[in-house]
């Protein structure tokens, strides 16, 4: 009788995991974003050798927060850098390092988002992490590139809980294949459109007559607006929306490709994704970080060389379009990712910011037409 009394607690248990729903991107309902191909993951890890790594801290009923570390490559960054370029969409945000990539066109060291408070601390791991390289006993100075927007609302950011530690195991936890979003890393505690944000990634690859190179973008979504899906004015349709209620945010964009771009094509690039962020409904309001880093890893940008020249193939600015198309689309796309795979969350003070409505939005589409 206890025996069976235990395995009946144990069923009820495990029940709500048992009966949910397991998590679909839009793809999988039948929504389509553009007309150009993703990559075989649909993630910015397409791109060869491009490696994303997550902690998520979520304890007791406060802490809601977490970071995510994207490497462009295997290898000592500081050594053999890439290029690189920063566009500020609007730049009420705390990225570091905006000054050096804008001045010399190259990054050094691994991407980290996370939240705005814990910029310093994953500053401070970043440079931990670079300078205990092997190859960098004798750097002197090291430019960290972390962004955040503010998960304020769900997360305690004033505790601060986020370590060096979380961020270092988030660098070595980087890997390729297939990567986790939603409620996950730096969007565990992020409000988007006025539902839960968080992590989204998507990728585009071009055709060999384009020149067959792979866009990959993830966002850290966590800002307002007009909510729209593949055209679809959602937010109207379900009465969320900038000005009807409060929404206001930040959006951290990450682009990277393996065309071979310098860092004036990669700012061009980078302006385009912005464009991916319009088309889902954002404003860039007034309180809004919205940045946009855009990296290739087409080439490599050597730290010490004899040589006083630079040589290598870059593309010419006609044969850039094809990029600009597939950075808007893969930005517009994993940032509805990030929408689909999050859920419900409950954090500091008792604040719930519940999941995007999904089953009212496949209706939506629907009736739209968007989806047969």
Not at 336 to 364: M, Q, W
């Amino acid at each position: 009788m206890k025996t069976a009394f235990l395995l009946y607690v144990l069923l009820i248990l495990l029940m709500p995991a048992l009966f949910a729903q397991p998590i679909k991107r839009p793809r999988e309902y039948g929504i389509r974003f553009g007309v150009m191909p993703t990559g075989s993951l649909n993630a910015i890890t397409d791109v060869p050798g491009v490696r994303v790594g997550q902690v998520t801290l979520q304890q007791g009923q406060r802490i809601r927060t977490g970071v995510t570390a994207i490497l462009p490559r295997e290898g000592n960054l500081f050594q053999q850098k890439v290029p690189a370029a920063i566009y500020i969409g609007n730049g009420f945000g705390k990225l570091t390092g905006y000054s050096q990539v804008e001045e010399l066109g190259t990054i050094e060291a691994p991407i980290v988002l996370t939240n705005t408070l814990s910029v310093p601390t994953a500053a401070d791991a970043v440079i931990d992490y670079t300078l205990a390289q092997p190859g960098n006993e004798q750097v002197r100075s090291l430019n960290p590139i972390v962004g955040e927007t503010n998960d304020g609302f769900l997360n305690d950011i004033r505790g601060r809980h986020l370590t060096r530690q979380h961020v270092l195991e988030a660098i070595r936890k980087a890997k390729t294949g297939p990567v986790e979003e939603g409620n996950v890393g730096a969007g565990t505690g992020t409000v988007c459109f006025g539902y839960k944000g968080g992590i989204g990634t998507s990728s585009r690859k071009l055709p060999t007559s384009l020149g067959g190179y792979t866009v990959g973008v993830l966002v850290q979504t966590n800002f307002g607006g007009v909510l729209q899906i593949a055209g679809v004015p959602i937010g109207v349709e379900l009465g969320m929306y900038s000005f009807k209620e409060k929404l206001d945010g930040s959006c951290m964009m990450v682009v990277l490709t393996d065309a071979p771009l310098d860092a004036r094509n990669l700012k061009r690039l980078a302006k385009r994704a912005f464009m991916g962020l319009a088309r889902t409904g954002g404003i860039a309001s007034n309180g809004s970080g919205d940045y946009v880093i855009a990296v290739s890893t087409g080439y490599r940008i050597p730290h010490e060389t004899a040589s006083a020249f630079d040589d290598m193939k870059l593309l010419r600015n006609d044969a850039v379009s094809p990029l600009f198309m597939a950075a808007i689309e893969a930005t517009e796309e994993a940032i509805i990712n990030s929408l689909f795979a999050a859920r419900t969350v409950t954090g500091d003070e008792g604040h719930e910011v519940k999941a995007l409505p999904v089953e009212r939005v496949i209706e939506l589409m629907q009736k739209a037409g968007q989806i047969r």
